[in-house]
């Protein structure tokens, strides 16, 4: 939701960023204030996975030019745990299997790390027991979650719902969720498209990468961006996203190339 | 590899100090009056030096064996001393004789040779430099029985169990370097628990390397009577050296009907530098015999050390309805190679063991699994379960899994599961992206992929080794 008073949480100007020396992020700009749902739309290889994956640290990919603010501080300069700390979450597209790790204890070691890095109480393993199960109703998420290994052999869609476990139990100013629609069946959608939009409130940001405006019936972005060729090409309302669901993503990007004929 | 995870699999050796201590030492080089100086330095009686006379003839006609999967120079039999022993030797009437060098040493090392040590409540056998400085809790285990003490005493004192049970397992011409540590052997740890007791303390003994150009070439015999069980540990620590030193061990357990024996390891032999020069060569036999029905031996090793580890501890499954464990960790970084496993030899009816290896390897080192399960025709209703789990940490390094499967019985079951996986930065990321940093996602990681074998170390080994593998236990324990 849009709010007047809302302040900026995320100021991207000019982002280029490269993977194996190829650019992908070619001058991307994005401005995300406190209450606000945005979508991020586009072809396949139009830059949106990479994005978000910039934002959050990973090490694959360079920044080769422009700048990142998160709450007026220079993100690029943090390491991704940090980053982490500091309240930008990435949800996975393809979330990580890690064998031999109960989900329990890794789910209380990342919200101990961050509590811990933002002055906050630790909790010990009974305490965090009841807190994540609490949080897991939410879910609607069967308990033996939590003894099994982290990701391993989870369904595409319990994959997914651990991930919004998580930004619950983080609790991250900046969400980004990185095609979190794919994969889920239809009540497997609602299910997790409820649980963001109860984490949703005006003191935080949700960012939604997504292919499809399925989701988007279930959480309604305050602003819908397409990207095309590493930058944001077009902007406009929810009703950009039924409008592309309609005619596809070519006409943006002849309309983009159109407009920058007329100013140049 | 990130330089977290190169500065946590890296982490310095603790123990490469040398003690300056005076040493009786033999000549170098081998032959029978080698064997005859040992055997005459030791006072033995005249059946032993023939056993030791009858192995090195053996040894002689045998070859070094090829099919390990590692690689090093030829080793120079004759540059070995093969008896070195801290002076004095004479027999320690109580602690309080005990070289205070050597007691300073092995405080150093964290073990308690002390009985009133905080850390009480595990006896031990201490072998430095191959000979038997010590033994706490003598006295103790006495009362219930127990004899635990130096193998060199025990030939002493105990002539009658140690011939019976000597070689009994491990026979002197096994295999090429069990043949040599029969000729050679200079001391180790004896232990006989007598039937229906339970061993009251967990028994272990630590081995020490000190002098540079000896070989190490311990003894250790176990035997659990009728009823009887024992929890025993060892562990190992060697000085830093440039060139590689051999230590060729054969270690013998003996179970009779419904005994229980466990036998714990953490070895932590210096790996030589990360270039791979020095370093012990880790070329032991151990086996265990389920000789009666009902019994039951366990191994447990955790192998961080040596610049080559070669070793196979095995069980003879021959009572009925026996059962052989052997749970491994063993980890390798740098040059180092480790080829091990375990043998389990199913002969008994309904008898049954398990394998659970877990290999991890950095650096460029070469990590081998190698087991065999044999079950023979007469072990009607065997079973065997081996799990080999692999872990690469890194680009440089190697993982093998060679498993030996024979059946003979058609009523017998036998399942093998692998896996391979990696540490990859994906994982890394995953974790730094939920505020975790690369050394406790390491940590975490390599503490989920052997909890299946750590869990079944006692508490303070489980303690140590997970120290050892440079890790910070976090979450829930328990």
Redesign the interface.
Known sequence: MIYQDSKTLLAVRDLHATVNGIEILKGMDLTVKSGEVHAIMGPNGSGKSTFAKVLAGHPAYEVSGGEVRFEGNNLLELKPEARARAGVFLGFQYPIEIPGVANSQFLRLAYNTVQAGRGKDELDPLEFDDFVREKMKLLEMNPDFLDRSVNEGFSGGEKKRNEILQMALLEPKLAILDETDSGLDIDALRIVAGGVNQLANKDNAIVLVTHYQRLLNYIVPDYVHVMESGRIVKTGGKELALELEARGYDWVGAEAKANARVST | M?TALQNLVNQPYQHGFVTDIESDVAPKGLSEDTIRLISAKKNEPEWLLELRLTAYRHWLTMKEPQWPNVKYPKIDFQAITYYSAPKPKNKLASMDEVDPELLRTFEKLGVPMNERAKLAGVAVDVIFDSVSVATTYKAKLAEVGIIFCSISEAVHEHPELVRKYLGSVVPAGDNYYAALNSAVFTDGSFCFIPKGVKCPMDLSTYFRINTESSGQFERTLIVAEEGASVSYLEGCTAPKFDTNQLHAAVVELVALDNADIKYSTVQNWYAGDENGLGGIYNFVTKRGLCKGVNSRISWTQVETGSAITWKYPSCILRGDNSVGEFYSVALTNHHQQADTGTKMVHLGKNTRSTIVSKGISAGHSNNSYRGLVRIAPTAAGARNYSQCDSMLIGERCGANTFPYIQVSNPSAKVEHEA?T?KIG???L?????????AE?AVS??I???C?DVFQQLPMEFAVEATKLLGLKL???VG
């Not at chain 2, 990321?429 to 940093?437: E, L, T, W």
């Open positions: 990130s896996s996986s930065e994906d994982q990321f995953y974790f730094a992206q939920r505020g975790v940093g406790e975490m990681i503490n989920g992929f909890k976090e979450g829930s």
